[in-house]
C-alpha cells in the first residue's frame, strides 16, 4: 500500500533532477557564454543605406545600426570596438542567423508576425513611418495644410506597386508622381516640380541633418512599422542579454550613448527617461 507512493514520488524526483541537469546542459550552451569566450561580437549588417549601415569616407561602416551593434558590444566587454560585422544582403539576414554565421543581425529589419516564427527579435529600437520631405520655404507647414491644398498638391514618391496608395492614406487627394530612384524624387522636390517627397521618416530626418535650413518636415508620419534586432530562436539567455543591453541604452545607464546616436543620424534630441516609477508599467 505505501510502495506505490514511493516509487511515484522517487519517479518525480528523477524526472525533476533530469530537467534541472538539461536546463543547466541548455545553460551553458547558451550564446552568451560562446561569445564572452569568442571575445568579440559577430553582427550581421549592411553597408548601403544611410543612415543605418554605411561606409564612410575612411571605408569603415557606421550608421544607426552599427552603433547598436557597438552598444550591446560595450556591454559584453565594456568595449564598444570588440564587434565584427558580416556585410551581408538583406535576404541574408535570416540564413545567417539560422546557419550561425552571425551572433544577432542588426539592419532594419521590420518586426513581423512570420519573420517571427523563424528568428527571435529583441525590443524594438526605433519605429519606423512614412514622412514628408518639404523645401525649406514651402507654402505648407503641417499636415492640415497638405490636406487642404486638394489635388493642387504633388507628391513625388519612390515607384512601386503601394506607392499611390500609401501617399493617399495621409494626403487622399494628392497628385502622386513616382520616380525610379529616391535621387530622382528629391530633384522633383528641388525644382518645384513636387511639393514634397514622401519617404522614410528616417531618411527624411537624415537628409535633414545633412543640409542643414534646406528643408522640413511636418510632425505628422503615418504607416508605423517597428525595427529590432534579431537572434537565433530557442537561447533564451543570449536574448535577455541583448534585450538588457538595448533596453538599458534607451533607458538606463547607457542611454547618453544612444541618444548622441539618435541625435548624430535623425537630428532629434531626445528627453532623459523619467526617473521613479519605471516608464515601461505606466
Known amino acids: 500500500m505505501h510502495r506505490r507512493p514511493s ?8 524526472l525533476a533532477a533530469s530537467s534541472a541537469v538539461m536546463g543547466m546542459a541548455q545553460a551553458a550552451d547558451s550564446k552568451l557564454d560562446s561569445v564572452l569566450a569568442r571575445g568579440k561580437l559577430i553582427v550581421g549588417t549592411g553597408s548601403t543605406n544611410a543612415p543605418w549601415h554605411f561606409q564612410g569616407a575612411d571605408g569603415k561602416l ?6 547598436i551593434a557597438r552598444m550591446v558590444a560595450k556591454g559584453l566587454f565594456n ?3 570588440k564587434v565584427e560585422f558580416v556585410v551581408q544582403s538583406s535576404d541574408a539576414r535570416i540564413p ?3 546557419t550561425d554565421k552571425v551572433d544577432m543581425s542588426c539592419q532594419f529589419i521590420t518586426v513581423t508576425a ?3 516564427q523563424q528568428v527571435a527579435f529583441t ?4 519605429r519606423e513611418g512614412v514622412g514628408l520631405l518639404l523645401p525649406n520655404n514651402s507654402k505648407y507647414k503641417e499636415i492640415e495644410d497638405l490636406q487642404a491644398g486638394g489635388d493642387g498638391v504633388t507628391v513625388a514618391v519612390l515607384q512601386n506597386v503601394y506607392a499611390e496608395e500609401l501617399v493617399h492614406q495621409a494626403l487622399p487627394k494628392a497628385k ?17 516640380r513636387a511639393d514634397a517627397a514622401a519617404t522614410d521618416q528616417s531618411s527624411v530626418k537624415y537628409l535633414m541633418v545633412q543640409n542643414p535650413g534646406r528643408y522640413r518636415s511636418p510632425t505628422y508620419a503615418w504607416s508605423p512599422q517597428t525595427y529590432a534586432c534579431a537572434v537565433k530562436r530557442g537561447d533564451q539567455d543570449w536574448l535577455n542579454f541583448v534585450n538588457t543591453a538595448l533596453h538599458e541604452a534607451m533607458t538606463g545607464v547607457e542611454f547618453p550613448t544612444y541618444a548622441a546616436s539618435f541625435k548624430q543620424w535623425f537630428g532629434v534630441d531626445l528627453p532623459s527617461p523619467a526617473i521613479g516609477f519605471p516608464v515601461e508599467f505606466k
Not at 516509487?7 to 528523477?14: G, Q
Open 7 to 14: 516509487l511515484f514520488k522517487a519517479c518525480v524526483f528523477v
Open 62 to 67: 557606421q550608421g544607426f545600426d552599427i552603433d
Open 79 to 81: 568595449d564598444p570596438s
Open 96 to 98: 545567417n542567423l539560422l
Open 114 to 116: 512570420s519573420r517571427a
Open 123 to 126: 525590443l524594438p529600437y526605433y
Open 176 to 192: 502622386v508622381d513616382q520616380y525610379d530612384s529616391v535621387d530622382l524624387m528629391y530633384q522633383a522636390v528641388n525644382s518645384g
